[in-house]
């Protein structure tokens, strides 16, 4: 049968695949959107199949929560090129994941594949499909997600960084605060209770290392050591790192002064390759 222009181009906002690639797919499908969009989404396995070994190591990352401030959600959608990655349309692609992350609110990142994209296609389905539209490699590299009394969002020009931050007082301002404090510093824990134990072992050893190198007494190099962890933990967990609007002040006071018992309750921090 004839394949209209107005067939091409409906399947083509359907989709969002090229008009060549709509104008064959309805073709070999006899004009049958369904069986179409079929073949555009059995293209992209094939295209995903060719391009499994490459690297996605750019895309967009974005992080978005609740109307309520509940809960928050970050996804990473990966491509090959930097090319891709800027284009408009993929960044509205990441966007429309993001959302379905949201609104379904998934215990991890194969339960999101798995969820519901638009009727009839997963989000591993759209995935599949976009990979046949666009030619790359097109990857979900990574969800987070995180709820508490106050979250907010960050997400760092270029789409290349993104955060969330969990308060137990309603202040979104502040939320956002540290939400911007976390992608900027980078902590390794929220609080020198929670960094991990091998974390602790491995920086006291270097601290060792370190005073014994500078020739230090052989009685007084755990005491050093025990003040560079100090030092260690000032600098590298959240609530006892410089606040980066005033550096004389840290998280946990500047939380302080805005309201007493304000606290982190959690963070989460996703960027491309991490």
Not at 7 to 14: E, I
Not at 62 to 88: P, Q, R
Not at 103 to 113: E, H, K, M, Q, T
Not at 233 to 243: C, D, H, I, P, R
Request: hydrophobic fraction near 40%; include cysteine.
């Amino acid at each position: 049968m004839a394949i209209t222009a107005a067939d091409v181009n409906k399947l083509r906002k359907m989709t969002g695949a090229g008009m060549m690639d709509c104008k064959k797919a309805l073709t070999e499908a006899n004009g049958n959107f369904e069986e179409a969009i079929d073949v555009l989404r059995k293209r992209g396995q094939k295209v995903a199949a060719k391009r499994a070994d490459r690297e996605a190591t750019e895309g967009a990352v974005i992080s978005l929560t609740s109307s309520d401030a509940k809960n928050g959600i970050i996804i990473s959608l990966n491509c090959e090129t930097d090319f891709v990655a800027k284009n408009e349309g993929f960044v509205e692609l990441a966007n429309k994941f993001a959302k379905v992350a949201l609104l379904g609110f998934p215990a991890d990142r194969d339960v999101l594949l798995s969820l519901e994209f638009e009727p009839g296609l997963s989000v591993a389905d759209k995935l599949s499909e976009q990979t046949g539209v666009i030619g790359e490699k097109l990857e979900l590299a990574s969800y987070e997600k995180l709820s508490g009394d106050c979250v907010s969002s960050y997400i760092h020009a270029g789409n290349k960084l993104a955060t969330l931050a969990s308060l137990n007082v309603d202040s979104q301002e502040a939320a956002k605060n540290i939400a911007m404090q976390v992608a900027a510093m980078n902590p390794v824990a929220l609080d020198k209770d929670s960094v991990p134990l091998n974390v602790i072992e491995r920086e006291l050893e270097v601290a060792r290392d370190q005073v014994r190198q500078e020739g230090k007494p052989e009685e007084m190099i755990d005491r050093i050591a025990q003040g560079k962890l100090g030092k260690f933990f000032k600098e590298n967990t959240l609530t006892g790192q410089s606040y980066i609007k005033d550096s004389k002040q840290t998280v946990e006071a500047y939380l302080k002064a805005i309201e007493e018992g304000a606290k982190v309750t959690g963070y989460r921090r996703v960027g491309l390759g991490v």
